[in-house]
């Protein structure tokens, strides 16, 4: 009975215990959805940084629910979820934005349409670059092109620009002639 009264009292604590205890259990959870979701052969280094970014997400949702508990105001957890939902939409269509870059990581984690060591080469109007993937990173990818040159490339323009898959490596191209259309001839020996 006493023990009924005293958690009645401390039912915070008892709150914020059960999300302590839960945050494995769920963290399990969206690790299984999250291989669900990949197709086929992933970079270990890949799932792990969209493993972290779910981890800091399903923290960040757990500490507001215990706030709430703790006595947060309906409408300041209002304000900070209008925020949120601004960031996200920053996040998702502002391509200027950090965020974008890191948004446009997990939909390429997902859509594994592009991996490592792929040959690709990204269309961005009467522009293109040409490279293998050497890295996907959080903010950006890095290509090596065929030159040897490295191009890092961000993220939020790699998943809205058109990008070409090649079957094979591309060859070098070779450096335009430039001749001489005005001025006097050299004289032939």
């Not at 629910?65 to 939902?85: A, D, M």
């Not at 997990?106 to 690709?120: A, E, K, S, T």
């Not at 090649?166 to 060859?171: D, F, T």
Request: charged share 20%.
């Amino acid at each position: 009975m006493e023990l009924l009264a005293l958690l009645g009292t401390q039912y915070k604590l008892v709150v914020t215990l059960i999300a302590l205890l839960l945050f494995p259990i769920l963290l399990k959870g969206t690790k299984k959805l999250l291989e669900k979701a990949i197709k086929g052969k992933i970079d270990l280094h890949r799932k792990y940084r969209a493993e972290l970014l779910l981890k800091i997400i399903l923290a960040f949702v757990m500490l507001c629910l215990v706030l709430v508990f703790w006595g947060i105001e309906l409408r300041g957890l209002l304000v900070l979820g209008s925020s949120l939902f601004a960031m996200l939409g920053v996040a998702l269509f502002a391509a200027w934005s950090l965020l974008s870059n890191l948004t446009a990581f997990l939909l390429m984690f997902i859509q594994n349409d592009c991996r490592v060591g792929y040959w690709v080469r990204i269309v961005d109007g009467a522009n293109s670059i040409e490279g293998r993937i050497i890295e996907m990173g959080l903010m950006n990818v890095v290509l090596e092109h065929i030159d040897g040159h490295r191009v890092i490339y961000p993220n939020n323009l790699f998943v809205t620009r058109p990008v070409l898959v090649l079957n094979k490596e591309p060859k070098p191209t070779k450096a335009p002639v430039i001749r001489r259309i005005i001025g006097p001839k050299k004289p032939n020996k």
